[in-house]
T-cell receptor
């Protein structure tokens, strides 16, 4: 089954403790992206990647890092999480043209206390 | 200013009603996606449009490139259609989607 797999689904952590949210896709998609979703603000892009070793900032990259060492994986790293990073996070992937087949992961609900 | 505007923000309908959600955008685009997000959070891509009209079951999506406007219609609405519907515009230049803030639809039995 074609899918984007995010882990974990839920995470509660403390301020300053480094964490990684994993994202993996099995569709050989070139494009992968991370979003956060907050009430009243909708989906906002954090980082995206057009292919292996190619990453770029989205609208709200501060406090986040990403890497794209393999085509299938695009982890989101919070080196020093803060409470304002409490949010619902989505990973998504698509073919390079972004026109066909945009697939989202199930989401990760992160709470930073 | 948001490049993508959706209306209405909230919509309550009786089961069986015909529903329309609108999306207007201010930039030139190569494609527009309609997304559905059910309570519980998962997001599903319903349609990708670059012109004209697409239909899938009771859902119909249209786009008018000249007017920079797209609509999502639901015929014979059902309580299981209750969800947030989000439009996402892919601009001609650049690599980022512009998202609307979503329309929250509740269909009452």
């Amino acid at each position: 089954e074609a899918q984007v797999t995010q882990n974990p689904r839920y995470l509660i952590t403390v301020t300053g403790k480094k964490l990684t949210v994993t994202c993996s896709q099995n569709m050989n998609h070139e494009y992968m992206s991370w979003y956060r979703q907050d009430p009243g603000l909708g989906l906002r892009q954090i980082y995206y990647s057009m292919n292996v070793e190619v990453t770029d900032k989205g609208d709200v990259p501060e406090g986040y890092k990403v890497s794209r060492k393999e085509k299938r994986n695009f982890p989101l790293i919070l080196e020093s999480p803060s409470p304002n990073q409490t949010s619902l996070y989505f990973c998504a992937s698509s073919p390079i043209d972004r026109v066909g087949g945009y697939t989202f992961g199930s989401g990760t609900r992160l709470t930073v206390v | 200013k948001n490049e993508v505007e959706q209306s209405p923000q909230n919509l309550t309908a009786q089961e069986g009603e015909f529903i329309t959600i609108n999306c207007s955008y201010s930039v030139g685009i190569s494609a527009l996606h309609w997304l559905q997000q059910h309570p519980g959070g998962g997001i599903v891509s319903l349609f990708m449009l670059s012109s004209g009209k697409k239909k899938h079951g009771r859902l119909i999506a249209t786009i008018n490139i000249q007017e920079k406007h797209s609509s999502l219609h639901i015929t014979a609405s059902h309580p299981r259609d209750s969800a947030v519907y989000i439009c996402a515009a892919l601009p001609n230049t650049g690599n980022q989607f512009y998202f609307g803030t979503g329309t929250s639809l509740t269909v009452i039995p």
